[in-house]
């Protein structure tokens, strides 16, 4: 048998345009109350010609009690909830009227009451309590699921109930069942998402009872008042709806010619369903649905607790994990540390076999994980994909991600991947992996043919048979707890880096205003200290020359010889220091002077500074090696000081090689340009390369080579200055290289340089 149809998750379930027999439907405008649409059945139960009653209102059709018509047209709080209003009687027997609101107009449906199945809620009462004390005391979920399956079979008489629970991909496994011999047991089967697409789920959302009381109905058509121009009626909420004919052939298929479904909703969610089958066809009261209803919700409820519960003890136990974690992270001066020298929590607190940090491009890894390129491509795929999301989760990496199969570590495939991202900026995330978990799942016939089209039509499969299949590459799956967990130590450690940051910025802040007090101050002390130094070596030459003017200081005079020599070692001291002095003005006034920037000819920058260094190579063989250097945007009088001191040094630890060679270099980027010097002088270690551009600082004795040990550290606050780095490469008795870079003005300007 085929069905001329298109795909089942694309038919418009909600709008079928017809109902099922056991009963009829009208509708009339909410305003007015006209008949706008009839079912061509009521005829059958009533004495009236359908299309004689459209147009006309319903208070005139005599088909309701006035009662009952008081009850149909009063207001209520939610008009699209179906109510119940009382039995109408009719040619054909006793019809139950319920109503709704669907757009303007209000729904009608008679659904007639079998004799055979009369009844009331009233007499259900023993059996809904002990059903609810049944229900309230099942302490394990598979407890619940079968309590509740055997309660459901009994209340509606059907052969078989299953409990039918869906997961993360909508596929349906069987949780619960009870059942007689006539049809076969279906527990622990699983059904593909294609059985129920996801429009028929959102419609088992909404409305929760849904009864086809015979597979073989003949669907009646909805008929609309001529000269009317009606949309579409949505039947979501209708007791009576007509279902798809493709799930009609479904159940004929499954060999079970009645159904009657009861949606499990938890917290807004279709959580799975309660399903009963009969094998022929059968009738649910409605007593008995409001009474199935009512229970089936009492077990949501009692799902959602025993689910809380257990989210809740899960929590508690991951809690002293993350505390101890928290700990660990706040003693570290990287947190990273605190996580990956910590396995033994890091990795059990999502239930983990391995876990990866990258941070600002540096990837720390424990366990089971990709190799550091492997991390480094799931994270560019997280960032470019998944950016907008602070907690990402699959069980499947291979099918989420393109290439995620080859992901693998000492054979264990890293299948399930949780990650939280850290930095939007800096693409930095946690991540943990899982191994894969491979399993074998029962399914419900073989789900490859769940739906097998032909041209135009859709043929639901015939066979249910236990169908079995080897899931791979697959992991076990990530559970709220576990999500809600990650998504606490990503608060954490975000507060963790941001409590640094500011921490930072303070101490910054500090640093910044100590230096600038420290700058007026030097600035102040060498500008003041000059004047006195000054008069020290002039007021020392004065007596100098008045010793030996007196003749106090000729040779043969022991007294006086020495105190010449005294007078001259003032004289070289105070040189010295002011010396120092100049050197420390000049460091201050790199720090307080503005930046001119301007367009510097380097190569002629680099001749001059050679010129003004001329005395300094009197009797020296020095050769020169000066590349094309180009230009820079940057102060002139600045520049100049960097290289003239550069020179200076190459010149200076250049002194006691027969030929000097020194160096001079531009290497040019998109966002700057890098100078170097270069000598073959005394170099120096490079374990004390921290030193090397601190204030008063010296690797070389004072009597070996002079100096003030001021004109590195200019160096690299002038390079800093204009948004630049200085630094330096020696060994020793081999030579040394000093680079210094100035960044374009475009890169400049976006540093505030």
Not at 327 to 334: D, G, L, Q, S, T
Not at 460 to 475: A, C, G
Not at 584 to 601: K, N, T
Request: proline share 5%; with cysteine; glycine share 8%.
């Amino acid at each position: 048998m085929t069905t001329d149809l298109q795909a089942c998750d694309q038919e418009p379930i909600r709008i079928p345009g017809h109902i099922q027999p056991q009963g009829f439907l009208l509708s009339i405008d909410r305003k007015t109350t006209e008949l706008l649409r009839i079912s061509a059945n009521v005829g059958q139960f009533a004495d009236v010609d359908p299309q004689a009653l459209l147009g006309r209102k319903l208070e005139s059709t005599a088909l309701l009690t006035p009662a009952l018509l008081q009850a149909v047209l009063a207001r209520e709080s939610s008009p699209q909830t179906p109510r119940t209003h009382g039995i109408a009687k009719l040619k054909a027997g006793k019809f139950l009227v319920i109503s709704h609101v669907s757009g303007g107009e209000r729904v009608i449906e008679f659904e007639y009451v079998d004799p055979a199945f009369d009844g009331s809620l009233d007499l259900l009462y023993p059996d809904m309590r002990a059903a609810i004390e049944a229900l309230q005391a099942d302490r394990t979920p598979a407890a619940l699921y079968q309590s509740a399956a055997r309660i459901i079979r009994a209340l509606t008489g059907y052969d078989r109930a299953l409990v039918y629970a869906f997961d993360e991909q909508w596929n349906g496994t069987v949780v619960g069942e009870d059942r007689n011999e006539r049809l076969p047991s279906y527990f622990d089967l699983r059904f593909p998402a294609s059985d129920i697409p996801a429009q028929a789920r959102e419609l088992y959302r909404m409305n929760r009872l849904r009864l086809i009381a015979d597979a073989d109905y003949v669907p009646v058509p909805i008929l609309e008042r001529e000269g009317t121009s009606l949309g579409p009626l949505d039947l979501s909420f209708a007791v009576l709806r007509s279902v798809s004919p493709v799930h009609l052939e479904y159940m004929r298929n499954m060999g079970t010619p009645s159904s009657f479904s009861v949606s499990i909703v938890v917290g807004g969610q279709l959580w799975g369903l309660i399903s009963t089958h009969h094998a022929e066809p059968r009738i649910v009261p409605q007593h008995v649905r409001a009474a199935c209803d009512f229970l089936t919700q009492i077990m949501a409820m009692q799902i959602e607790g025993q689910t809380r519960s257990s989210h809740a003890a899960e929590r508690v136990e991951r809690q002293a994990l993350q505390a101890r974690l928290l700990a660990y992270m706040a003693r570290e001066e990287n947190f990273v540390k605190g996580l990956v020298k910590h396995p033994e929590d890091f990795l059990p607190l999502v239930d983990a076999q391995g876990a990866a940090v990258m941070l600002n491009g540096v990837c720390y890894t424990v366990g089971d994980t990709p190799d550091e390129d492997g991390v480094g491509s799931i994270v560019t795929w997280l960032a470019e994909q998944h950016g907008d999301q602070d907690v990402y989760s699959t069980d499947s990496l291979a099918e989420a991600m393109p290439g995620g199969a080859r992901f693998e570590h000492d054979g264990e495939a890293a299948a399930g991947l949780l990650a939280v991202q850290i930095s939007q900026i800096h693409r930095s995330y946690v991540l943990w992996f899982r191994h894969e978990l491979v399993r074998t799942v029962r399914w419900g016939g073989d789900p490859r043919q769940a739906k097998q089209p032909g041209v135009g039509r859709l043929h639901p499969r015939l066979s249910f048979e236990s169908w079995q299949e080897t899931v791979r590459d697959r992991s076990a799956p990530w559970t709220a707890p576990q999500l809600d967990t990650a998504a606490l130590l990503r608060n954490a450690i975000i507060g963790i880096v941001m409590r640094k940051a500011e921490e930072l910025a303070d101490i910054t802040d500090e640093l910044k205003r100590s230096n600038r007090e420290l700058e007026a101050f030097s600035y102040s002390v060498s500008h003041d200290l000059r004047a006195p130094f000054r008069h020290i070596v002039g007021y020392a030459e004065l007596l100098k020359d008045e010793l030996q003017a007196t003749g106090d200081a000729a040779p043969d005079n022991a007294t006086g010889g020495r105190s010449l020599r005294y007078i001259d070692t003032i004289i070289e001291s105070a040189h010295t220091a002011g010396k120092l002095v100049d050197g420390l003005l000049s460091f201050s006034q790199a720090g307080r002077m503005s930046l001119a920037r301007e367009d510097v000819d380097v190569d002629r920058m680099v001749e001059l500074c050679r010129h003004l260094l001329q005395p300094e190579l009197r009797g020296r063989k020095v050769e020169f090696d000066v590349g094309p250097l180009g230009r820079v945007s940057a102060d002139p009088t600045m520049l100049r000081q960097v290289f003239q001191n550069l020179l200076s040094n190459a010149i200076k630890y250049t002194n006691g090689r027969d030929v000097a060679k020194i160096k001079i270099t531009a290497t040019r980027s998109p966002a700057a340009t890098v100078f170097m010097v270069q000598d073959n002088g005394v170099g120096f270690d490079m374990a004390y390369v921290g030193k090397l551009f601190g204030v008063f600082q010296r690797l070389h004795r004072m009597e070996d080579f002079e100096g003030t040990g001021i004109g590195l550290a200019n160096v690299r606050r002038i390079a800093e200055r204009h948004g630049g780095s200085a630094w330096a490469e020696g060994v020793v008795d081999e030579g040394a290289k000093f680079y210094f870079s100035i960044p374009n003005r475009e890169t400049a300007e976006n540093v505030g340089a």
